[in-house]
């Protein structure tokens, strides 16, 4: 059976560009909460879109978000969850509906996250990430996998990204705690060069399962 992976960190750690590899190695999907609710942003719910939340930087709240993860992991044969959980809350759902092989923790130091965010670039058809310094495509606004045109995050403003950390802070850093008191956090390097990090992912992966 594939791998179900949990992968932790702040907002700019590295979790979509490590997970992406995590997809391609051990054939596992990748479940975000991030692009699920980028590709639904103006849905209506009774809580309002989820435009209105990630572009100021806050929460989705959580019956909408949990619904997303429950019916993405149903259909997952393996999965690498990128984004999710986010509270106490969120940990305590996901307990319920599955079981995790691997619990990563990319650790960043705050100071690097912001240039990290604001400097980062997307592919606006396959998703791939970039970043204007430290990681360029070949060609400067082309996505090299696919030929995609690179775009910037709407919350990846000075300011959003700010409230993103104010927020992950407050919320996401009890679920590290959390997981880190049961045991199961693998800390891993995140201020290391991509290479590296995916080095020690992948040693963590096949340690944990
Ligand atoms: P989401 O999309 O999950 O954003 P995030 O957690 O803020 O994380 P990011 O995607 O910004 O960072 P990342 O860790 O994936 O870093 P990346 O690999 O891109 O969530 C967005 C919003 O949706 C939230 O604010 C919230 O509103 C809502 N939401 C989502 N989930 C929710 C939930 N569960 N509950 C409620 N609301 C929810 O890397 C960043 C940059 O750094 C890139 O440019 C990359 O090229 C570069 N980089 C990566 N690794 C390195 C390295 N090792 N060295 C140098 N540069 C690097
Ligand atoms: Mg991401
Ligand atoms: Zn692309």
């Given at each position: 059976?594939?791998?179900?992976?949990?992968?932790?960190?702040?907002?700019?750690?590295?979790?979509?560009?490590?997970?992406?590899?995590?997809?391609?190695?051990?054939?596992?999907?990748?479940?975000?909460?991030?692009?699920?609710?980028?590709?639904?942003?103006?849905?209506?719910?009774?809580?309002?879109?989820?435009?209105?939340?990630m572009?100021?930087?806050?929460?989705?709240?959580?019956?909408?978000?949990?619904?997303?993860?429950?019916?993405?992991?149903?259909?997952?044969?393996?999965?690498?969850?990128?984004?999710?959980?986010?509270?106490?809350?969120?940990?305590?759902?996901?307990?319920?509906?599955?079981?995790?092989?691997?619990?990563?923790?990319?650790?960043?130091?705050?100071?690097?996250?912001?240039?990290?965010?604001?400097?980062?670039?997307?592919?606006?058809?396959?998703?791939?990430?970039?970043?204007?310094?430290f990681?360029?495509?070949?060609?400067?606004?082309?996505?090299?996998?696919?030929?995609?045109?690179?775009?910037?995050r709407?919350?990846?403003?000075?300011?959003?990204?700010?409230?993103?950390?104010?927020?992950?802070e407050?919320?996401?850093?009890?679920?590290?705690?959390?997981?880190?008191?049961?045991?199961?956090?693998?800390?891993?390097?995140?201020?290391?060069?991509?290479?590296?990090?995916?080095?020690?992912?992948?040693?963590?992966?096949?340690?944990?399962?």
């Open positions: 059976m594939d791998p179900n992976i949990l992968i932790l960190g702040a907002p700019g750690a590295g979790k979509g560009t490590q997970s992406r590899r995590i997809t391609e190695k051990y054939d596992v999907e990748h479940v975000t909460t991030g692009d699920a609710l980028r590709a639904n942003k103006h849905m209506e719910t009774e809580h309002g879109t989820p435009a209105s939340y572009n100021e930087g806050e929460l989705v709240p959580d019956p909408v978000v949990n619904e997303i993860v429950k019916a993405a992991l149903e259909d997952a044969d393996g999965y690498v969850l990128d984004g999710y959980p986010r509270n106490l809350s969120q940990a305590e759902y996901l307990a319920d509906i599955t079981d995790l092989d691997a619990v990563l923790y990319l650790d960043v130091d705050k100071s690097v996250l912001v240039d990290r965010l604001t400097g980062r670039r997307v592919c606006d058809e396959c998703g791939a990430n970039y970043h204007v310094d990681n360029q495509p070949e060609e400067s606004g082309v996505c090299d996998e696919c030929g995609g045109e690179l775009v910037q709407e919350d990846d403003t000075e300011e959003t990204v700010r409230e993103r950390i104010r927020v992950y407050e919320n996401t850093q009890p679920v590290i705690d959390f997981y880190d008191d049961e045991g199961e956090l693998v800390r891993i390097d995140g201020e290391q060069t991509p290479d590296e990090v995916w080095d020690d992912v992948q040693d963590a992966i096949e340690s944990s399962v």
